[in-house]
Nanobody, 123 residues
Framework: QVRLVESGGGSVQAGGSLRLSCAPSERTFSPYAMGWFRQAPGKEREFVAALIWNVRSERYGDSVRGRFTISRDNTKNTVDLQMNFLRPEDTAVYYC????????????????WGQGTHVTVSS
């Protein structure tokens, strides 16, 4: 079974940027969608962004649209999340996921998850 490994989390001040990467363990991995979700303490897991794999079509949650960008790097075989203009409310554990369902905005649409990477944004 393919594994997903996230990297790039850390701490940053409000207004700063971070770039997260998600590396599938198989180079030929080709799901319907790759997504990023996040979960803050005491809150439900929230959809952040998704990439419809074969057409490279991007989807974003309302709270991050215009600030975050999801992309696919074929050279590194990663799915990256560029996060700009970070806010304290972006603080969460960020998870990479892959799935075959067309419901890319729902966590139930994904069946493979990474271990998560922490992002902390201070004011």
């Amino acid at each position: 079974q393919v594994r997903l490994v996230e990297s790039g989390g850390g701490s940053v001040q409000a207004g700063g940027s971070l770039r997260l990467s998600c590396a599938p363990s198989e180079r030929t991995f080709s799901p319907y969608a790759m997504g990023w979700f996040r979960q803050a303490p005491g809150k439900e897991r929230e959809f952040v962004a998704a990439l419809i794999w074969n057409v490279r079509s991007e989807r974003y949650g309302d709270s991050v649209r215009g600030r975050f960008t999801i992309s696919r790097d074929n050279t590194k075989n990663t799915v990256d999340l560029q996060m700009n203009f970070l806010r304290p409310e972006d603080t969460a554990v960020y998870y990479c996921a892959a799935g075959e369902s067309r419901t890319w905005w729902l966590s139930t649409g994904y069946n493979t998850w990474g271990q998560g990477t922490h992002v902390t944004v201070s004011s």
